[in-house]
């Protein structure tokens, strides 16, 4: 049983666009793995940006920053 699990930031990612990269990360597993869609389990874990960093800086931080 495969199982994906994508995060991304907490920035109002619609249903409707999770539902799609769900959709199309179960079809990715299928097409090159030969895994059964039926089987595979996708997960989104939407992270705070203060919660998330890159190169040691909060998101939210480097957002105010490069704006």
Known sequence: MPMINVKITKEGAT?????QVMAEMTEVLAR?????????????????????????????????RVS
């Open 32 to 64: 090159v793995l030969g895994k059964n869609p039926a089987t595979t389990i996708v997960i989104i874990d939407e992270v705070e940006t203060e919660n998330w960093a890159i190169g040691g800086e909060p998101v939210n931080e480097l957002r105010k």
């Open 15 to 19: 249903t409707e666009q999770k539902k």
